[in-house]
Protein backbone atom coordinates (compact mmCIF):
# COMPACT_ATOMS: atom_id res chain seq x y z
CA UNK A 1 0.00 0.00 0.00
CA UNK A 2 1.33 3.53 -1.01
CA UNK A 3 0.71 5.70 1.51
CA UNK A 4 1.03 9.53 0.58
CA UNK A 5 -1.36 12.51 1.83
CA UNK A 6 -0.71 13.97 -1.86
CA UNK A 7 -3.42 13.07 -4.34
CA UNK A 8 -1.29 14.20 -7.40
CA UNK A 9 1.34 11.77 -6.21
CA UNK A 10 -1.70 8.87 -6.14
CA UNK A 11 -2.67 9.77 -10.29
CA UNK A 12 1.10 9.70 -10.69
CA UNK A 13 1.79 6.65 -9.47
CA UNK A 14 -1.47 5.01 -11.29
CA UNK A 15 0.12 6.44 -14.76
CA UNK A 16 2.93 3.89 -13.74
CA UNK A 17 1.31 0.79 -12.26
CA UNK A 18 -0.95 -1.14 -14.50
CA UNK A 19 -4.53 -1.95 -12.65
CA UNK A 20 -4.68 -4.99 -12.59
CA UNK A 21 -1.18 -5.53 -10.94
CA UNK A 22 -1.79 -3.57 -8.05
CA UNK A 23 -4.87 -1.54 -6.38
CA UNK A 24 -4.19 1.92 -5.25
CA UNK A 25 -6.37 3.24 -2.59
CA UNK A 26 -6.45 6.22 -1.16
CA UNK A 27 -6.25 6.42 3.01
CA UNK A 28 -6.86 9.14 5.25
CA UNK A 29 -3.74 8.93 7.92
CA UNK A 30 -2.16 11.46 9.94
CA UNK A 31 1.35 10.58 9.62
CA UNK A 32 3.36 12.65 12.27
CA UNK A 33 6.52 14.42 10.25
CA UNK A 34 8.89 14.00 13.24
CA UNK A 35 12.01 16.69 13.30
CA UNK A 36 15.46 14.62 12.38
CA UNK A 37 18.60 15.65 10.49
CA UNK A 38 18.50 12.03 8.35
CA UNK A 39 15.98 11.76 6.29
CA UNK A 40 16.11 8.02 6.47
CA UNK A 41 15.09 8.64 10.76
CA UNK A 42 11.88 10.44 8.97
CA UNK A 43 10.99 7.71 6.27
CA UNK A 44 11.61 4.96 8.53
CA UNK A 45 8.84 6.51 11.34
CA UNK A 46 6.43 7.48 9.05
CA UNK A 47 6.32 3.83 7.59
CA UNK A 48 6.40 2.07 11.38
CA UNK A 49 3.49 4.27 12.04
CA UNK A 50 1.26 4.03 8.48
CA UNK A 51 2.29 0.12 8.81
CA UNK A 52 0.66 -0.16 12.59
CA UNK A 53 -2.69 2.90 11.37
CA UNK A 54 -3.19 0.38 8.15
CA UNK A 55 -2.90 -3.10 10.09
CA UNK A 56 -4.79 -2.10 13.61
CA UNK A 57 -7.72 -4.52 12.41
CA UNK A 58 -4.88 -7.65 12.26
CA UNK A 59 -4.04 -6.59 15.95
CA UNK A 60 -7.93 -8.10 16.52
CA UNK A 61 -7.60 -11.09 14.18
CA UNK A 62 -4.30 -12.49 13.92
CA UNK A 63 -5.51 -14.72 11.10
CA UNK A 64 -5.19 -11.81 8.93
CA UNK A 65 -2.18 -11.15 6.40
CA UNK A 66 -0.53 -8.13 7.42
CA UNK A 67 -0.28 -5.35 4.60
CA UNK A 68 2.88 -4.12 3.42
CA UNK A 69 3.57 -0.17 3.25
CA UNK A 70 5.67 1.92 1.16
CA UNK A 71 5.77 5.60 2.17
CA UNK A 72 7.57 9.08 0.13
CA UNK A 73 9.72 11.73 1.48
CA UNK A 74 10.47 15.19 0.10
CA UNK A 75 13.61 16.50 1.06
CA UNK A 76 14.08 19.44 -1.41
CA UNK A 77 17.54 21.21 -0.42
CA UNK A 78 18.62 24.36 -1.93
CA UNK A 79 23.06 25.11 -1.86
CA UNK A 80 22.05 28.56 -1.56
CA UNK A 81 20.21 27.87 1.57
CA UNK A 82 23.21 25.26 2.96
CA UNK A 83 20.74 22.87 2.22
CA UNK A 84 18.04 24.19 3.91
CA UNK A 85 15.19 23.19 4.25
CA UNK A 86 15.87 19.75 3.57
CA UNK A 87 14.18 17.28 6.16
CA UNK A 88 12.39 20.30 7.87
CA UNK A 89 10.33 21.25 4.52
CA UNK A 90 7.27 20.68 6.33
CA UNK A 91 7.08 21.91 10.00
CA UNK A 92 3.76 21.75 11.63
Known sequence: MFVTGNKNKVSEL????????????????????IQDSEILNIVEEKCKVAFRQINKSTELDPSQPKRSVLVEDTCLQFKALNGMPGPYIKCK
Open 14 to 33: GEHVKTRLAKITILDLDLPE
